[in-house]
């Protein structure tokens, strides 16, 4: 199984925080998901446009459950690694407001693959996403936030079973000009102080 999984990255896309995108999921995790009846049924032979096919019917956010069975989530997710969409497809991902599980799919690889500069600009804007999403893990189901989701992708070491690359802090990031401050609140109230001009 290990030489088959090995085989299956030789072709797949660029490295990434010095490894290739695959094997950013756990050995253990990696060959549950190849195993898994979903996999091999559902995800052989997807592309970036068919997986849009299969993340819609997404219900659930989730890593592993039961007995350590691999969710649809974390396999499409999977997928994604291998095959590695261009970012323009991935911001189109996160772009559809109908489809909240895309949504959360598109974040999670985000946050996996992109520089840290650009994790904070596709992400941060979805700390205003306040809709409520399952869970799945071990223990059944839950719900929690959009929100919620997207600030465990910022904090946490695992999420869904993944451990998650180092990440800089917003200030770290600020201190070496990669990324612009956020307005703070005080700033937008004296903005909105200011006396506007009145048309003569």
Known sequence: ????????????????????????????????????????????????????????????????????????????????????????????????????????????????????PEVYQALEPLMKDYRKLRIRDHNGFYVSHMDEFIDALFNEETVCDITLPPLMSRYQLEELDQLDPLPSSSESELEDDEPKEIPA
Not at 1 to 17: E, K, L, N, P
Not at 26 to 36: A, D, F, Y
Not at 40 to 50: D, H, M, P, R, T
Not at 102 to 115: D, G, H, K, V
């Open 1 to 116: 199984m290990t030489d088959f999984i090995a085989r299956d990255y030789q072709s797949q896309g660029d490295v990434v925080h010095q490894m290739l995108p695959t094997f950013l999921v756990g050995k253990i995790l990696r060959e549950r998901i190849v195993e898994c009846f979903y996999w091999k049924e559902q995800c052989f032979g997807l592309n970036a446009a068919s997986l849009i096919d299969r993340a819609v019917r997404l219900e659930y956010v989730g890593g592993q459950y039961g007995n350590q069975h691999p969710t649809e989530f974390i396999c499409l997710l999977y997928k994604l690694l291998q095959v590695a969409p261009e970012k323009e497809i991935v911001m189109q991902y996160l772009a559809v407001p109908e489809f909240k599980y895309i949504r959360a799919l598109a974040a999670f690889y985000i946050r996996l693959t992109w520089s840290d």
